[in-house]
């Protein structure tokens, strides 16, 4: 079963946690879309030769056990991102682009409980690829990153586009 294959009933649920079983987490559908990321932040970040992420709606994971925490990372574009990380042993089980609580969640594809569901649909900024590392065509490599009106499906595209208009529906109705 791949990431396109992952059962999406109302019932599915993928879990995953960190390495001493504190904090553990579910998705409640499958990811949007999975991408490898070999950029120098995210090989620093993560201590290997690239970081591995499903990207999931804010809204479609939950907590399930342990009190994640957040620490701002710097960017090369100077935006800001966290990490969350367990509490207790400091694993990184995903980050959030811009404000916490983001639109997506970049769930680190090693932390689920099955990471073998979650190959890579892309490869991106493969420019500062280790050269050791070896891709197949399996997935699309891309020199910086790939746009994702093009190549995400269908339905993960109406997927963000819906949380993104719920993400703005809730702050303009907070600011009144």
Same mark, same amino acid.
């Given at each position: 079963?791949t &990431?396109?294959?992952?059962?999406?009933t109302?019932d599915?649920? *993928?879990?995953?946690?960190?390495?001493?079983g504190?904090t553990?987490?579910?998705?409640h559908r499958a990811?949007?879309?999975?991408?490898?990321?070999h950029?120098?932040?995210?090989?620093?970040? &993560?201590?290997?030769?690239? %970081?591995?992420?499903?990207l999931?709606e804010?809204?479609?994971?939950?907590?399930?056990?342990? =009190?994640?925490?957040? $620490?701002? /990372?710097? &960017?090369?574009s100077?935006?800001?991102?966290? $990490? %969350?990380?367990?509490?207790?042993?400091?694993?990184?089980?995903?980050? =959030?682009?811009g404000?916490?609580?983001?639109?997506?969640?970049y /769930?680190r594809v090693? &932390?689920? +409980? =099955?990471?073998?569901?979650?190959?890579?649909q892309?490869?991106?900024?493969v420019?500062?690829?280790?050269p050791?590392?070896?891709l197949?065509?399996? %997935?699309?490599?891309?020199?910086?990153?790939? +746009?994702?009106?093009? *190549?995400?499906?269908? =339905?993960?595209?109406?997927?963000?586009?819906?949380?993104?208009s719920?993400?703005?529906?809730?702050?303009?109705?907070? %600011?009144?």
């Amino acid at each position: 079963m791949t &990431t396109n294959e992952v059962d999406e009933t109302p019932d599915t649920h *993928l879990d995953g946690g960190c390495a001493c079983g504190q904090t553990r987490y579910r998705l409640h559908r499958a990811p949007m879309f999975v991408h490898c990321c070999h950029c120098t932040r995210c090989q620093r970040e &993560t201590g290997v030769a690239f %970081a591995h992420h499903a990207l999931i709606e804010f809204t479609a994971m939950s907590v399930l056990s342990g =009190e994640p925490q957040f $620490v701002k /990372v710097p &960017t090369d574009s100077g935006t800001t991102h966290w $990490v %969350a990380r367990c509490s207790g042993c400091l694993t990184a089980l995903w980050n =959030e682009w811009g404000s916490r609580k983001a639109i997506t969640r970049y /769930v680190r594809v090693g &932390t689920f +409980d =099955e990471p073998n569901l979650f190959p890579p649909q892309a490869h991106i900024f493969v420019r500062s690829k280790q050269p050791w590392v070896t891709l197949s065509n399996d %997935a699309p490599s891309f020199n910086a990153h790939y +746009d994702s009106a093009k *190549l995400w499906p269908k =339905e993960s595209l109406a997927r963000y586009a819906a949380a993104k208009s719920a993400k703005s529906t809730k702050a303009a109705k907070s %600011a009144l």
